[in-house]
T-cell receptor, first 115, second 113 residues
């Protein structure tokens, strides 16, 4: 158990809909990362927050957005869903925002299926 | 451009045999290198990391990796694999100027009984 929790574990929805994925980082970790893992794209970094502020952006679509709240939990919002958004979405956390300083601890993921 | 290449999509080895998973990177500065493992249905877990110093690093579960700057490689090794090592392995690189890691495509390890 990494200490990172993600809800829900599974989500099935229809095209055009909007969903929210939630992540609680390990106790004391200030940084949260979101990743998308699909069979054709592999593991893709989406976005990172550090202590409530956006720190780095990767291959995140404009239909997707995220935020980190004062209690440090984070939400990833996916809207106007398409079939191709079906994937496993991981959240990870680390103590700080620096790559070289900290290990990223991954949650178990949320499997999103868009029908 | 910064990139990480894991040239083997799948590798099959017999239980008890030795293992080497390849990772090559392209990075303009001093790299920080990582290997993560993803067991079926699980999130990723850090196996080992290299920041500086001894180029041979030891990790968890009996894994080790060697940083070779001249070859831009950070290959993962294990002298004798166990069935429980069947998983997907990811190499990643980062650096001082990055807040994010650059990930390889992963290598799926299959263990033959």
């Amino acid at each position: 158990d990494s200490g990172v929790t993600q809800t829900p574990k599974h989500l099935i929805t229809a095209t055009g809909q909007r969903v929210t994925l939630r992540c609680s980082p390990r106790s004391g970790d200030l940084s949260v990362y979101w990743y998308q893992q699909s069979l054709d794209q592999g593991l893709q970094f989406l976005i990172q927050y550090y202590n409530g502020e956006e720190r780095a952006k990767g291959n995140i679509l404009e239909r997707f957005s995220a935020q980190q709240f004062p209690d440090l939990h984070s939400e990833l919002n996916l809207s106007s869903l398409e079939l191709g958004d079906s994937a496993l979405y991981f959240c990870a956390s680390s103590a700080s925002g620096r790559v070289q300083s900290n290990e990223q601890f991954f949650g178990p993921g949320t499997r999103l299926t868009v029908l | 451009a910064q990139s990480v290449t894991q040239p083997d999509i799948h590798i099959t080895v017999s239980e008890g045999a030795s293992l080497e998973l390849r990772c090559n990177y392209s990075y303009g500065a001093t790299p920080y290198l990582f290997w993560y493992v993803q067991s079926p249905g699980q999130g990723l877990q850090l196996l080992l990391k290299y920041f500086s110093g001894d180029t041979l690093v030891q990790g968890i579960k009996g894994f080790e990796a060697e940083f070779k700057r001249s070859q831009s490689s950070f290959n993962l090794r294990k002298p004798s694999v166990h069935w429980s090592d069947a998983a997907e392995y990811f190499c990643a690189v980062g650096g001082d100027s990055n807040y994010q890691l650059i990930w390889g495509a992963g290598t799926k390890l299959i263990i033959k009984p």
